[in-house]
């Protein structure tokens, strides 16, 4: 049984999972370092991901100089949490 099983969330899309989950492996990251792994198509819908999963209180940033630090909520340390073992 896993996490989204007890708490009754919304489905995310795949895209928002990679997001979350490279976040839970690697904790906070710059917006270039998420970006670093995608391909251009991907990077196109990034923004439009941390928009979504910040209004869900999944995410958070934080201006950073030039940059946004990307960093996990306790409630999307939660989430994602259950991610990797579906």
Known sequence: MC???LIPLKDLSEGKRD???ALRDRGDLLL???MK???ESERSRLSYHLKDLKKDGLVET???GRNLKV???FAGRLYSAGLGRR
Do not use: G, H, Q, R
């Open 3 to 5: 996490l989204s099983d």
């Open 19 to 21: 997001i979350l989950a």
């Open 32 to 34: 270039p370092e998420l």
């Open 37 to 39: 792994e995608k391909t």
């Open 62 to 64: 934080v201006k950073e």
């Open 71 to 73: 960093s996990l909520t």
